[in-house]
């Protein structure tokens, strides 16, 4: 009976003892989140540049950006873009030459 009772408690102290490591752990990795949460929104608000504008300020902004992006130059084709176009273009050609060449064909 004794011997019973010592084994139920050292399961007991093991599982107790699990439980705060794993709470331990939550605790510290919650709070090492936090402080790089923290350091990032400290860095964004420390930075001029990053402010957001509302009310009518802000929609002189907008009407500024979207201007600007009307006037931008179209976006460059890359070569290999290009490449890749035409590769799909030939092959789609080639897909279609095979059918036209295989529906007339009459098994001997």
């Known amino acids: 009976m004794q011997k019973n009772l010592k084994s139920t408690g050292a399961f007991i102290a093991?599982?107790?003892t699990l439980?705060?490591?794993v709470a331990y752990y939550?605790?510290?990795?919650?709070?090492h989140q936090h402080l790089e949460k923290q350091e990032?929104?400290?860095a964004l608000l420390n930075n001029p540049n990053a402010r957001v504008?509302?009310?009518k300020k802000g929609q002189r902004v907008v009407k500024k950006?979207?201007?600007k992006t009307e006037q931008a130059e179209p976006v460059k084709v890359?070569?290999?873009d290009a490449m890749i176009k035409a590769?799909?273009?030939s092959k789609k050609s080639l897909k279609a030459s095979k059918e036209t060449l295989l529906t007339g064909y009459k098994a001997p």
């Open 65 to 67: 950006i979207m201007a």
């Open 78 to 80: 890359n070569k290999y």
């Open 40 to 42: 990032q929104l400290t």
């Open 14 to 16: 093991f599982i107790a």
């Open 87 to 89: 590769a799909k273009a």
């Open 26 to 31: 939550v605790l510290a990795r919650t709070y």
């Open 19 to 21: 439980g705060v490591c």
């Open 53 to 55: 504008a509302t009310g």
